[in-house]
Structures are given as structure tokens and as C-alpha cells.
């Protein structure tokens, strides 16, 4: 390409000028002859190629154009001069990139280099020099080398001389993300040797007595953790002490002199400008505090006074500058308050709390574009990592880094943050800070702001590597980094591990074999041998399973003990983890998912059941970690489910063999969720009912074409089942019989015989494949409830129903039919078993005297023949005087009495029957509430009597430790057994009042007993 073209606009657009006019002007300059005598040919195509990579194109061309100018005007020095300005641009190498790179990238730069245009070769030859070689070049500089100039201007340009190496070698990199951490590290370094700088001429300043006071200067925030931006304040910390033979007053004096003058030597404008604002805010008692300090003085404040947030500032104290010796003391004497910092009362809870504090005083309107405050910003990442850091790094001194991705990479090392979450939020940090390196670069102005203009959108998205639409590209690459961020902040930075982690004492976190022992101990473990040795075989050796354990055990044991069988939910958790340890999601899920390890721990230490369901299924613990993972799911999507993995497979064994594996899983689900409280006990029953249901219906799906396949021939009609008992009245507990009933109806062109023989053949199928042992507890259907009990047909046509309905059926029957409810099967038939019950459960007319006296008989018959032998009737849950069948009887007889006026009433729960027999006044409100009260209770403790021992109660214990596990189950405080016996006493006692009014219509009237 020739400047001279006709084409020149156009080339100079492809090549990325935004202004190809301006550009082709100024490549005509004057200045650039120079340039042009020092190619061949004269033309600069080469260069303008160059240009045309940079950041911004049009500010880089014009920067050249100006430097050349102020070279000229220097006359031509050797080395320097505008001959080797123009031979160096002229040859293609990392000189002519890196001078380029600069002057694309940063109008304040160009501005340095207009100044002082012989530090563009600092700029070409830059290379990453040591912390040491950088000090000693700007103390020199302000002293022995400085010549005629003032300290205050040598001190500027030399820090800026050093400013554009490292902006040189960042600008032009190939990888700007990797070479992030060594800019930030050698900013850091720079501001270091500039406040040593500093401190020179503030000694030169103070003359003779300067000796006095010994002075460390602590470097703070992104100073002191080796990752300072191009323009921040720069945070410290002034520690003195006297020299020898000096007393404590004067060597303060003179440290606070000389520490005002080193603040004043960095920030004082002069005509090269002012490097920054040395903040020292952060010391003790901030502003209001003395600016200096002896180390002793600081460490009684930080042991007396100092607050959360000031421990986790010290965590990047370093070293900076001043009296090494004396800065390395100061460290030796607070470190350690650092590191125990986690113990104090509340410290996660202050350091969220702070973290949403500094949240919300971001403007409204800047939260969007806020690199550095906003949610998803780069303090997501410094807070999570510090406060991961303060409570794991008091047992694990690696941890320890003042630098946030040293520190990131060591927690992931360590398991304490999963590599994955750890590779992104390290490679968003980078990000982030590019895009905030290259803002703050433009103009060496302090911001954390995205730009909104489409130029300056447009100059950093070039700098960050995009040339296709770079303003779209830089945004979208921002947000998905922001995205990312604020997801893993808030799975880390709110994780219920780290406030539980935080409680324990250094020893009980490090889970050493006597600390261990002494701890099982304490908590109440009866078994601390078998126990230590459950936590050594999940914590020994130097697996990362091993590391993550070690990690997550001294939190979760205080867990298993807040419970009333802790040994068995350790030993549980050791089966479970045994099994799933080399599963990648699974300790992953524990350390990371919000309650997911104090769930698991909870329920395992809570019951039995749910323990011996999770070791049948293992990768079923997955539901903790999962947001609607204790929700139960509904009827249809259960269904669902369970039709498409019966469906892939060949028999009815293996259909219903998967059907049963998702019917343990979700059984699990209702469990834990019941455990954790997440459902009631009507949700309870409502969920274990769908769960059945749907179990039932794709099994009898299964068993049908199973009988179809093995007879030759279709069943020739439709099978229904319907639920009875509580199964019908959603009212299922977790010993809960499935009662059932099995009805047929021919479809036109099939007799009644063959299609009774073939459903017959298909319920004892349905219930063979339901009842077989495996891995989930059996599904027994009990159809004792059908016409003549067990000496009837295991199934019968919908007209046989109705035949012996009309003609034999004893009132129990209809009694039993006020809780049937079809279950499974073609909506068709389920409609028509309906319609025909309903005249015999809903009565019209009620019932006569003879029906009443008959339910009363029976009552008083199941009252002493059912009734266990020895069985002690105050205590029995169910047929107990004021169990659950009393209140069940009460109000079932009142439905047929009255239901057949009173739709209300027409319910299947007995739990809806008291309440609508409440609001139909049937039932004073005080036999109401105690009926539901003991209804609720027995319920309660059935239930969890199941859950704590894997098996059915019929009986209040008697053993005090089993109703304590229950009652912790039920929600009630630990070591109150006694009182839950007493109080089933008291609540049956009511119950059977008021049974004895409403039932038997026998005094007294009403329950009010006190």
C-alpha cells in the first residue's frame, strides 16, 4: 500500500482506522520524513500495518506523529535521537511492536513519551526486571543520579520510565490473561521501590535525626498481595520503632514526619505530574488513629479492638518498604491473630454481611459496569477466596498467599474448592482485571467502569484481542465473565460449610487421631473407637477424596451429634461415600451445594430408613444437591418417568424392576425432604400417594401386556384398581398397608369368565412383580377390603360389584367405600366405579339405627380383638383408646349418617372429614381440635417411628433413647422422650372423650378435659 494511492482510505479502514481521512493526512506529515528515509522504498506500509494492531489505530498514528515531533526537537543524540527512533520503527522485531503497542494503547503514555521522548527506548528494550534492580533504580534515582532535577520530578519519571516498560511487554503479549498475575506482581514492585523512593527523599527532607525512628512501611490490599492495578491508590500500614538509645515518643515523632512526607512525596502534584494517593486509612482506628505506630501498639489494638474486616485487610499485609527487619517483626506479631480470626464469634456472618455492604453503595446506575464492586465483579472473587482462605488456612498453612490466584490455585489444590469452579473463576479473574488494566491504561486514570461509548467499547475490545465488531465482543465476553463469577461467589461465598467451619477450634479442625478422639468424645459419640476409626479410613492417605474428607469431617461430626444416634450416621456416611468416593460429583457436590452436607448429615445421623435407602442407592444423595431436589414430584411426572424406562425394557420383571429403582429414589426424596421439614404431614401422605399411584399404574401396565404375551390372546377388557384406606384418603404413611381393590369390565364381544380368569392372572402378576425383594422396600397390595375379604374373588366385574353391593353387603363394606378412590387404570371404567359406589357411601337418608348399632358393635369388637395381646391400650398409636382409628371412626360415621345431605362432607381424607364435619357444625371445635390433635400426632410418631428405626411402631416405646429419635424427627428438643410419652397420654386421653361423645354418643359431652 502507498499513502500516495487513490485507495488509501479504503486500505487504511481494513487495516482498522476509524478515521481513514485523519490517518492518511497525518501520514503525509512533515514528522514522519524521518521514517519514510530511514525504508527503502520510502513508503511505510510495514508501520502503518503495525499501527493498524494496536488498540486504538488512529491514537496510535497521531502518537507517533507526536513523539517524532518532540524527537526532532531534541536535535538527534545518539542511541536515542530521532535517526535511531526512525531505524528502530523501520525494522520489523519486538522494539518497533512494543513502541507501537504503547502508543495505541495509552494517550497518557503518549503524552509521557512527548515529554521525555528518549524513554521510548526503555519502551523497545523493555524487559521484566527483579523488585531489587527496580528499588534500587528509583532510590537512585532520587538521589545520587537525579542531577539538576527536583526529587519530587525524578521520583515521576522515574516510576513512569518503569510504568512503560511494563506496559510495553503487557500491551504486545500473546497471552494477555497468563501474562496478568506478572503485571499486576510488577506494578506492585513498582509502587514498592517508588514509596522506598519516597521515604529517601523524605529522610533528605527531614535532615539530621532522621535515624531516630526505624519505619516499616506495610503494603496493603493489591500492594501488599503483589497484584496492584496501573492507576490505584496505594493502601499502607507505618510501623516505627526507636533506634538504639532513642526513646519511644521521639522515634514516633519522627516516623510520623516521615511518613507524612513519603505520603506527600507520592501524591503532591508538580509539573511531572503526581503518582497517586498513598492511603494509610487502613491502620488502626483508621483516620482517627496516629499515623504510626510501634509494633507492640498495634498488636494490643488488634487484640483488643480490631474488626472482622480489619483481619481480613491484614491478610495482605506485606513487607514494602522501609526497615525490612522491623516490617518483618510486625508480621511475626499479627500474623497469627490473622489466622485465629476465623474463630471469633459471627466472622463468616460479618464478612458476608460486608460483601452485601459494599454492594449496595454501588450507584444503581453503575452496578452494570462495575469491574470491581458490582455483583459478579472482581471483589466476588477476593471475598470468596479470603474467606475461604481465613477459616481453612488457620490448619492449613498453605493457603496462606497474600495473592489472590496463588491463593485460588492453593484452595483448589488443597479440595477445599473443586478444580473446575477454581480454572473458571481464575480465568474470569484474569479477565476482569485485563479489561480493568486496559480501561485504567487509556488515560492512567483510576476507574473500574466499562466504557459506553462505541469508540471507547471499540478501543477495548481491539485491546483485548477482538477485531471482529470488538464493542459487542468485549461486552459479551464482560457479561459471561460476570455470569460465571457471581454463580460460583454465591455457591462459595455462602456455603453453609464455611460458618460451621468456622466455629471449630484450630484443633478440632485438624482432625488429628487424639484431637479426633477427644472431640467423638465430647460430642456424645458412644463408640469413639469405631468411630476414629471410620474418619481414618475416610481421611487417610493423600488422595484428593482423602483431602476433601479432611475438609468436610470436622464440620459434619458436630452435625451427626446435634442428632440422637450420631455413630450410625457416621457409619452411614462412611457406606455411603465408600461407595461414591471416586464419583466426581459427589464430595464436589458436598463441600459446594449449599446445605447438601449438613442435610446428609442430618438425615443419616436422624434415621435408620433413610441411611438404609441411601446405601441401596448411593448416587440417590445427588437430590441434595439439587435446587428442587426436595420437592416431591408429581403424580403425572412420576408417570411419566416410570413409563419411559419400563418402556426400554423387554419383560415385565425388567420394566417393573426400573419402575421400582425410581420409586426408591423418589421414596428417598420424600424422606429427606420430610427429614429437613421442607414437606408436612399431609404433604407427606399426598407424595408417598402419587408415588404409589404411579407405581401401581405403569406396573399393572407391565403385568398386562406380560399376561397378554404369555396367553396368546388380548385380556379382552379394562383392569382397574382402586385405593381404599388411608391410600385412598392421600393419607399414606410410611408403614402404610397399600389396600386396594381390583375391578374388570369386558369390552363388547368378551364373556365375563374368560376376561375374569385372564384379570385374575394379571392381579396376581401386578402384585408378584410389586412384591419381590430388591433394593426398594416391597410394594405389598393388600385387597382384603373387597366383597367377602379374603374367601372373595381376587378380582370381579363392575356388575358383580353392583350385584353384591345391592344385595349382600354388610355396613362395614359401605364404610370401607368412603375411602375408595380409583388409582390405576382407564379413566372410563374409574368414572363408572364411581358413580356406582356413591348411593352406597353417601346413603341417602343415612343410616338406620340397626347400621349405627352395627359400626358401634364392630368398633367395640376391633377395640378387644385386634388389639395386640399384652398390648397396653393407652399407648397403642393406632387402636389405642383415642388412636387414630377412633378419630377414623368418628368420622367416617358421621359422613354415612349425614353426607348424603352435606356435600361437604363427601371427602376420602380423614383429615378433610373433621374439617368439613368442624364447619358443618356437626362437631363442637373443641371435639375437633382434639381429634385432629391426636390424628396428627399418632400420625407424627408412625411415622417417625419408621424413620428412626427402618421399621413400623405400633406402640409408644418405652425405650427413652428411641423416643428421643423420634421426637428429634417430629421437631422437638433433644432430651424431651419422657415428654412425648406424656404428652400422647394426655392428647388420646381427649381424643378418646371426645370419641366416647361422638361415637358411642356416651358421656361426658364434649372433650374439654383438662
Not at 525 to 538: I, K, Q, S, V, W
Not at 722 to 746: I, K, N, T
Not at 817 to 829: K, V
Amino acid at each position: 500500500m502507498s499513502s500516495r494511492t487513490s485507495t488509501t482510505e479504503g486500505a487504511l479502514a481494513r487495516l482498522g482506522f476509524a478515521d481513514p481521512n485523519r490517518a492518511a493526512a497525518l501520514l503525509e506529515d512533515r514528522a514522519l520524513l524521518p521514517l519514510r528515509a530511514a525504508v527503502p522504498d520510502g513508503l511505510l506500509d510495514d508501520l502503518v500495518a503495525v499501527i493498524g494492531d494496536t488498540a486504538d489505530p488512529d491514537q496510535g498514528l497521531l502518537g507517533l506523529v507526536r513523539v517524532a515531533e518532540s524527537l526532532q526537537q531534541r536535535g538527534d543524540p545518539p542511541h536515542w535521537g530521532i535517526s535511531a527512533f526512525a531505524g528502530e520503527l523501520a525494522t520489523e522485531g519486538v522494539g518497533r511492536d512494543r513502541v507501537m503497542g504503547v502508543l495505541g494503547a495509552s494517550t497518557a503514555l503518549v503524552d509521557e513519551l512527548v515529554r521525555h521522548p528518549e524513554h521510548w527506548l526503555d519502551t523497545a528494550r523493555a524487559e521484566r526486571r527483579t523488585g531489587e534492580q527496580v528499588r534500587d533504580e528509583l532510590v537512585r534515582a532520587v538521589t545520587e543520579d537525579r542531577g539538576d532535577v527536583a526529587p519530587l520530578d525524578a521520583l515521576r519519571i522515574a516510576y513512569r520510565r518503569g510504568l512503560l516498560r511494563i506496559a510495553a511487554l503487557d500491551v504486545t503479549s500473546p497471552d494477555p490473561l497468563a501474562q496478568m498475575p506478572a503485571v499486576g506482581e510488577a506494578l506492585a514492585e513498582l509502587a514498592e521501590a517508588a514509596l522506598e523512593a519516597a521515604l529517601a527523599i523524605a529522610r533528605e527532607e527531614y535532615g539530621e535525626g532522621h535515624e531516630a525512628c526505624r519505619l516499616a512501611i506495610i503494603g496493603m490490599g493489591k500492594t501488599g498481595g503483589g497484584e496492584l492495578n496501573y492507576v490505584s491508590d496505594v493502601d499502607v500500614i507505618f510501623v516505627a520503632e526507636p533506634a538504639e538509645g532513642v526513646d519511644e515518643d521521639t522515634a514516633l515523632r519522627v516516623g510520623t514526619a516521615l511518613a507524612t512526607a513519603t505520603m506527600r512525596a507520592c501524591s503532591t502534584p508538580t509539573p511531572e505530574g503526581s503518582l497517586w494517593p498513598v492511603d494509610a486509612a487502613l491502620r488502626p482506628e483508621g483516620k482517627q488513629g496516629p499515623l504510626v505506630r510501634t509494633v507492640s501498639s498495634h498488636k494490643a489494638y488488634y487484640e483488643r479492638w480490631a474488626k472482622t474486616w480489619e483481619f481480613q485487610a491484614l491478610l495482605k499485609a506485606w513487607v514494602s518498604a522501609g526497615d525490612r527487619e522491623i516490617g518483618l517483626r510486625y508480621k511475626a506479631e499479627i500474623s497469627p491473630m490473622v489466622w485465629e480470626a476465623a474463630s471469633r464469634d459471627r466472622f463468616v456472618e460479618d464478612v458476608q454481611a460486608m460483601r452485601r455492604r459494599v454492594e449496595q453503595h454501588v450507584p444503581a446506575n453503575e452496578a452494570p459496569r462495575q469491574l470491581k464492586l458490582g455483583p459478579g465483579g472482581l471483589r466476588d472473587v477476593e471475598f470468596s477466596v479470603q474467606l475461604l482462605q481465613l477459616v481453612h488456612g488457620r490448619t492449613d498453612p498453605s493457603l496462606r498467599s497474600a495473592t489472590t490466584l496463588e491463593a485460588l490455585t492453593a484452595l483448589a489444590r488443597g479440595g477445599y474448592v473443586g478444580r473446575d469452579d477454581a480454572a473458571i473463576l481464575d480465568r474470569a479473574y484474569r479477565h476482569l482485571r485485563c479489561l480493568e488494566h486496559r480501561i485504567q491504561l487509556h488515560r492512567l486514570r483510576r476507574t473500574h467502569l466499562m466504557p459506553v461509548t462505541e469508540p471507547d467499547l471499540r478501543r477495548l475490545g481491539r485491546a483485548m484481542g477482538h477485531r471482529t465488531h470488538p464493542e459487542q465482543a468485549v461486552v459479551a465476553d464482560r457479561q459471561a465473565a460476570a455470569r460465571e463469577v457471581r454463580r460460583l461467589h454465591e455457591r462459595l461465598f455462602y456455603r453453609p460449610l464455611l460458618a460451621a467451619a468456622a466455629k471449630l477450634s484450630p484443633t478440632e479442625s485438624r482432625l488429628s487421631a487424639e484431637a479426633a478422639r477427644q472431640r467423638l468424645l465430647a460430642l456424645g459419640f458412644r463408640d469413639p473407637a469405631g468411630a476414629l476409626r471410620h474418619l481414618e479410613a475416610l481421611t487417610s492417605g493423600v488422595s484428593r477424596r482423602a483431602a476433601i474428607q479432611r475438609t468436610l469431617l470436622p464440620v459434619m461430626l458436630g452435625w451427626f451429634a446435634d442428632e440422637a444416634d450420631p455413630d450410625a450416621g457416621l457409619l452411614s456416611f462412611r457406606r455411603v461415600s465408600d461407595e461414591l468416593g471416586t464419583t466426581h460429583w459427589y464430595l464436589k457436590m458436598l463441600r459446594d451445594e449449599g446445605r447438601a452436607a449438613d442435610r446428609l448429615a442430618h438425615c443419616l445421623a436422624r434415621s435408620r430408613y433413610a441411611a438404609d435407602l441411601l446405601v441401596r442407592s448411593p448416587e440417590s444423595v445427588s437430590i441434595l444437591g439439587d435446587d428442587n431436589g426436595l420437592t416431591p414430584r408429581t403424580r403425572e411426572a412420576l408417570t411419566a418417568t416410570m413409563q419411559s424406562a419400563a418402556g426400554r425394557r423387554e419383560s415385565a420383571a425388567d420394566a417393573v424392576a426400573a419402575v421400582r429403582a425410581i420409586r426408591r429414589h423418589e421414596l428417598l426424596r420424600i424422606v429427606m425432604s420430610d427429614l429437613v421439614g421442607v414437606i408436612d404431614l399431609p404433604a407427606v401422605g399426598a407424595a408417598l400417594t402419587d408415588l404409589t399411584g404411579a407405581t401401581i399404574q405403569v406396573a399393572l401396565d407391565a403385568a398386562i401386556r406380560e399376561v397378554e404375551a404369555r396367553e396368546g390372546t388380548p385380556i379382552g377388557g379394562d383392569v382397574l384398581v382402586v385405593a381404599m384406606g388411608s391410600f385412598g384418603g392421600r393419607e399414606l404413611g410410611y408403614a402404610s398397608d397399600a389396600d386396594v381393590m381390583f375391578v374388570h369390565q369386558p369390552h363388547p364381544g368378551s364373556t365375563e369368565k374368560d376376561v375374569q380368569a385372564r384379570a385374575t392372572l394379571v392381579v396376581q402378576e401386578l402384585r408378584r412383580l410389586l412384591a419381590g425383594s430388591g433394593a426398594d422396600p416391597a410394594l405389598g397390595l393388600d385387597p382384603d377390603l373387597r366383597p367377602e375379604g379374603k374367601n372373595g374373588p381376587l378380582v370381579r366385574s363392575l356388575d358383580s360389584y353392583r350385584t353384591y353391593y345391592e344385595r349382600w353387603a354388610l355396613t362395614w363394606e359401605f364404610q370401607a367405600l368412603l375411602r375408595a378412590a380409583p388409582i390405576a387404570g382407564p379413566q372410563s371404567l374409574a368414572d363408572a366405579f364411581i358413580e356406582l359406589i356413591d348411593p352406597f357411601r353417601w346413603p341417602e337418608g343415612g343410616l338406620d339405627e340397626s347400621q349405627v348399632r352395627d359400626i358401634r358393635t364392630l368398633k367395640a369388637r376391633v377395640e378387644s380383638e385386634r388389639l395386640p395381646r399384652g398390648a397396653d391400650p393407652s399407648t397403642h398409636i393406632k387402636l389405642g383408646r383415642g388412636g387414630l382409628t377412633d378419630v377414623e371412626w368418628v368420622v367416617q360415621l358421621h359422613q354415612l349418617e349425614h353426607a348424603h345431605e352435606r356435600p361437604a362432607l363427601r371427602v376420602a381424607g380423614t383429615m378433610a372429614g373433621l374439617d368439613a364435619l368442624g364447619a358443618e357444625g356437626l362437631l363442637s371445635a373443641g371435639d375437633v381440635a382434639a381429634l385432629r390433635e391426636a390424628w396428627r400426632l399418632g400420625a407424627l410418631m408412625r411415622n417417625a417411628g419408621v424413620l428412626w428405626r427402618g421399621r413400623p411402631i405400633d406402640s409408644v416405646p418405652s425405650d427413652v433413647r428411641d423416643l428421643d429419635g423420634i421426637g428429634r424427627i417430629m421437631g422437638r428438643p433433644a432430651g424431651e422422650g419422657a415428654a412425648l410419652a406424656e404428652l400422647w397420654r394426655r392428647v388420646a386421653r381427649r381424643s378418646r372423650h371426645a370419641t366416647d361423645f361422638n361415637f358411642y354418643d356416651s358421656p361426658p359431652r364434649g372433650s374439654v378435659i383438662t
